[in-house]
């Protein structure tokens, strides 16, 4: 049995980062997708009535998406080298993690999930806000991101939680946007090429279920 228990919707979401650094590291989990109709139920037993949660298998269970990011990376040795790097690494995988809710907020609107679901469909997007998310924001950010993964990763030549972090991100929104989007960033291509490359990665990526968020 997998030590780890990661549950979440299923959808990739604010987790397939996650699930890109267990498929990353060759570490077993147990990915449980709740299905929305299951989640009315759940939801007041989790510690903050939200997902992902992470079942670190210590009786200990952990929650907000870039906090399990962050540690599972240095479970799997895949921090930065000193507190500046590791600094660096966080505040770049915060900036994806704004982005990506910048995103959601353009294509669910302002209803929470919990509205959305309560509803049972999800509203019509704002296309205006989401070609000036594509088109406008999104390319500043990638750009930069792209001039400091000039050693082959971010901020230097290995690879460390955040490059698996971005390659599950990008996947993410690449699906979300309906779009390849990394064209005229080689770097960030790199990475992700690299990380999607893994073997295990691969065979994570063969088993997933198809999603369309
Ligand atoms: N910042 C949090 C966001 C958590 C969050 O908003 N989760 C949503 C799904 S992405 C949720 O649980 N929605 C169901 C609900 O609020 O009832 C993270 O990254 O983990």
């Given at each position: 049995?997998?030590?780890?228990?990661?549950?979440?919707?299923?959808?990739?979401?604010?987790?397939?980062?996650?699930?890109?650094?267990?498929?990353?590291?060759?570490?077993?989990?147990?990915?449980?997708?709740?299905?929305?109709?299951?989640?009315?139920?759940?939801?007041?037993?989790?510690?903050?009535?939200?997902?992902?949660?992470?079942?670190?298998?210590?009786?200990?269970?952990?929650?907000?998406?870039?906090?399990?990011?962050?540690?599972?990376?240095?479970?799997?040795?895949?921090?930065?080298?000193?507190?500046?790097?590791?600094?660096?690494?966080?505040?770049?995988?915060?900036?994806?993690?704004?982005?990506?809710?910048?995103?959601?907020?353009?294509?669910?609107?302002?209803?929470?999930?919990?509205?959305?679901?309560?509803?049972?469909?999800?509203?019509?997007?704002?296309?205006t806000e989401i070609a000036k998310f594509e088109n406008e924001l999104l390319p500043i950010f990638l750009q930069k991101f792209n001039a400091i993964a000039a050693e082959g990763f971010f901020y230097g030549s290995q690879a460390t939680w955040a490059d698996v972090y971005f390659a599950g991100w990008i996947d993410t929104l690449e699906t979300r946007l309906k779009n390849e989007i990394l064209g005229s960033y080689p770097n960030l291509t790199h990475i992700k090429r690299i990380i999607q490359e893994t073997n295990t990665v691969q065979n994570y990526l063969e088993k997933r279920p198809f999603t369309t968020m």
């Amino acid at each position: 049995m997998a030590q780890y228990k990661l549950t979440y919707f299923n959808v990739k979401g604010v987790s397939e980062p996650i699930r890109y650094l267990f498929a990353y590291a060759g570490v077993e989990f147990e990915d449980e997708r709740v299905e929305k109709d299951a989640w009315p139920k759940m939801k007041a037993d989790k510690p903050f009535g939200q997902l992902p949660v992470l079942d670190t298998g210590d009786a200990f269970v952990l929650t907000q998406s870039v906090a399990i990011a962050r540690y599972l990376g240095k479970k799997f040795n895949l921090s930065g080298k000193d507190d500046l790097h590791n600094a660096q690494l966080d505040a770049l995988v915060d900036h994806m993690a704004d982005l990506q809710s910048k995103l959601s907020k353009a294509l669910l609107g302002s209803q929470t999930p919990a509205e959305i679901f309560a509803r049972g469909s999800i509203p019509p997007p704002d296309t205006t806000e989401i070609a000036k998310f594509e088109n406008e924001l999104l390319p500043i950010f990638l750009q930069k991101f792209n001039a400091i993964a000039a050693e082959g990763f971010f901020y230097g030549s290995q690879a460390t939680w955040a490059d698996v972090y971005f390659a599950g991100w990008i996947d993410t929104l690449e699906t979300r946007l309906k779009n390849e989007i990394l064209g005229s960033y080689p770097n960030l291509t790199h990475i992700k090429r690299i990380i999607q490359e893994t073997n295990t990665v691969q065979n994570y990526l063969e088993k997933r279920p198809f999603t369309t968020m």
